[in-house]
């Protein structure tokens, strides 16, 4: 095919899947807007080769079919990429297309600006700035979230060390907002394509797993299910029934979460039930109809039913979830949904806006958690980084329900205290919090709200908000205003930030002499101890990083021996990769938080002068690589047998006399393994051992698990990053 044609044939899939009640008038907008936007972007090509064109239709695409949104956002999309890289400006679109779809793609190459600076703090500011368009047209961040799925689709032509980046990024950023705006399908496909390029053998390996167990259980899954088909006809339910495998991703997050092989995860398969809901009953009564019918056939387990129809998840998520004995004996979970029910969960509130008139003023669970985004993000002050991490916290965490002493709902993350709950309810309440009454009985502020408490705060005019209080609050709401209080009394900044230095020096048990605060002064280039501190609190240094440069001199002799090799930027690569032959002659630290090895998937971040290494699938890795996303150094292994690393091994099994003895000979007799530290743990016949172990790479460790795997007596064996978990 020929350019054009290319071209042509996209652009007729996209208007083919326009909704059926598109207008004429608005179906020529479309199409003034593609002619528009292929001059502009005429004769340029992506790095795939493709015409760049292609890209803007495709998110197009994305964003009518996929995310289901209207003709305004069509436009929008097409648009997207002009005033970014081409000579037009907003002004132009605003002439030709008007001043909605002008502000959105203004929206959108704002973003686009502060997301590809190299400066931190911008960075992170933009984030906010994303927040902010988000709260005031919600559509400029759906189609950045398609934008964004396109580029991951089609990450395969970039460079790898992009790859990571974007994939970091994705991780980071777009799957939580994905799953916040309620675009399941979205930010699971995001998840899966991240750890495609970021882990591509696990990824490779789960997805195989995946498929087989599927194949294993087809025939049990049918047997499960046609029962249920049956009591549903017969009751005049018409509806689908579909078995719903885990995502890869999921999988692949619940063994790393908890420590787990594949063969360990109950719950890959489960199965949904959409119905099409009888117009003269109400839907939530209807799904507790259902859920009577298929416990009817098998029996539930209690402390498995999640009831998402009377109260939906604030992200719009509406269900009930039961798991059932299936007949084989294995715990199944159903999942029951109205279609209406069902197109939330796919394609989230978006589904529903497109209904949703200028003049309809229903507040929508997600309508009120943007308000009070809004409310949060324009606190002038609060700390952009700082808000980050607690923002992306806030997007993950399970909720609680609490109720005002008024019977008001009020929704909070899990772990949310008392003092919480008083900002969640106003700023002031929250400044002057003294304590609180939960259920009518008196407690301190920091008492941790259960699901169903009902919260009465008391407050007095002499409080005003102290440092400790930071220790035990949960949300972003709560965090940012306290320091905004800080802020306007610069005493109270200093003794926070003595605080926390405090706490590290504790924490590594050094000797309470004034030498590390010497070497941090020196090394962070700061004027005194009350910049040190100032820093800390507003966390222009962060507390990682002041561990880790003090962790790295203690360990300072032992880390020298080690080497690792960068890639060298090659000429026909893109010209912004070049910069990086200057890191050539860093020094290197293997990062003491997550502890890789040869082998192991691995990531270079650069900071203060140093090459930070973590294994890809650290969690501060992964923060690093979003928020510094230009500091981001490919690095890999020199595999030899000259250099040992530490690693952690924790064994699971029945104890049994001489297991102990088993499990050190097979180490013993491995000339290519030392063993530092052994302890075992006996409890009721079963027994747990951590070995501290020096090793050469992730080749020789695999085997030695294999050998430990297969003593007599031991159930599991895996390599953990850090003993605390
Ligand atoms: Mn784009």
Redesign the pocket.
């Given at each position: 095919m020929t350019d054009e044609e290319l071209i042509k044939s996209a652009f007729e899939d996209l208007l083919a899947s326009l909704p059926k009640n598109t207008t004429e008038e608005n179906k020529q907008k479309v199409i003034k807007a593609f002619k528009f936007a292929n001059e502009a972007h005429q004769g340029v090509r992506r790095r795939s080769g493709e015409p760049y064109i292609l890209?803007?239709i495709s998110?197009a695409k994305i964003v009518t079919s996929e995310i289901g949104l209207g003709t305004t956002s069509v436009i929008s999309s097409m648009l997207?990429?002009v005033v970014e890289d081409t000579d037009y400006t907003v002004e132009d679109i605003e002439s030709l297309f008007g001043p909605k779809i002008a502000s959105i793609v203004d929206g959108l190459t704002k973003i686009?600006e502060v997301m590809s600076t190299e400066n931190r703090s911008i960075q992170a500011e933009s984030f906010r700035k994303i927040l902010l368009t988000l709260a005031e047209d919600v559509r400029v961040i759906l189609i950045k979230i398609a934008?964004r799925l396109?580029?991951m689709r089609t990450l395969s032509s970039m460079p790898m060390h992009k790859q990571i980046k974007i994939a970091g990024e994705t991780l980071y950023i777009y799957a939580p907002l994905a799953h916040r705006m309620g675009l399941h399908a979205i930010k699971t496909e995001l998840e899966d394509l991240s750890l495609k390029y970021e882990h591509p053998e696990e990824y490779k390996v789960i997805a195989d797993k995946i498929r087989d167990y599927e194949r294993e259980n087809t025939l049990i899954y049918e047997n499960f299910i046609e029962p249920i088909k049956e009591s549903l006809n017969k009751n005049g339910y018409k509806h689908t029934i579909t078995a719903r495998t885990k995502s890869v991703y999921s999988v692949w997050n619940k063994m790393q979460r908890r420590n787990i092989g594949f063969d360990e995860i109950y719950d890959i398969l489960a199965v949904r039930i959409v119905f099409e809901a009888l117009p003269e009953l109400p839907e939530k009564w209807q799904c507790w109809n259902i859920y009577s019918l298929i416990t009817d056939l098998y029996n539930p387990k209690p402390e498995r039913i999640r009831d998402w129809v009377s109260t939906p998840k604030a992200n719009g998520y509406e269900a009930l979830h039961l798991t059932v004995m299936g007949p084989t004996g294995q715990w199944i979970e159903v999942q029951i949904r109205s279609k209406r029910m069902d197109e939330i969960a796919e394609k989230g509130l978006a589904a529903h806006w497109k209904y949703k008139t200028d003049g309809d003023e229903r507040n929508s669970e997600l309508d009120k958690w943007l308000a009070s985004m809004k409310e949060m993000l324009e606190l002038r002050d609060a700390n952009a980084l700082d808000f980050l991490d607690d923002f992306k916290m806030n997007l993950y965490e399970k909720e609680i329900r609490l109720f005002t002493p008024k019977g008001y709902m009020k929704t909070l993350p899990k772990g949310a205290t008392a003092l919480d709950f008083a900002y969640e309810i106003h700023t002031e309440i929250g400044d002057t919090c003294i304590g609180a009454k939960v259920n009518h009985k008196l407690v301190p502020m920091s008492h941790k709200l259960q699901s169903g408490d009902q919260v009465e705060i008391l407050t007095s005019d002499k409080q005003r908000p102290q440092r400790e209080w930071l220790d035990f609050v949960v949300t972003a709401k709560a965090k940012s205003n306290i320091m905004a209080a800080f802020r306007r009394d610069h005493k109270e900044l200093v003794r926070y930030g003595i605080h926390i230095f405090e706490s590290i020096i504790k924490e590594l048990e050094l000797p309470p002499t004034s030498e590390p605060l010497k070497k941090i002064l020196t090394h962070f280039k700061l004027k005194n101890k009350e910049d040190l501190y100032v820093s800390l609190a507003e966390k222009n240094i962060t507390k990682e990083e002041i561990v880790a440069e003090l962790k790295q001199r203690a360990d300072n002799k032992f880390m020298k021996y080690w080497k690792l090799q960068f890639f060298r930027s090659n000429k026909n690569e893109h010209k912004d990769e070049e910069k990086h032959d200057s890191v050539a002659g860093d020094e290197i630290v293997v990062s003491p938080c997550c502890n890789p090895i040869p082998g192991d998937d691995v990531v270079g971040i650069s900071m203060g002068g140093k090459v930070m290494v973590h294994k890809r699938k650290c969690p501060e890795a992964i923060r690093l690589m979003a928020s510094h996303g230009d500091k981001i150094v490919p690095v890999e292994w020199v595999t030899h047998k000259v250099m040992s690393f530490p690693a952690i091994i924790q064994i699971k099994g029945i104890d049994r006399i001489g297991i102990v003895n088993d499990v050190t000979g097979v180490i013993s007799k491995e000339s290519d393994v030392n063993m530092q530290t052994v302890h075992f743990d006996t409890k009721n016949g079963i027994f747990e051992g951590i070995l501290h172990i020096y090793i050469h790479n992730t080749k020789d460790l695999n085997s030695l698990i294999a050998k430990i795997a297969d003593i007599e007596g031991v159930k599991q064996v895996n390599r953990i990053e850090n003993q605390v978990n």
């Open positions: 890209h803007p998110v997207h990429d686009s934008d396109h580029n």
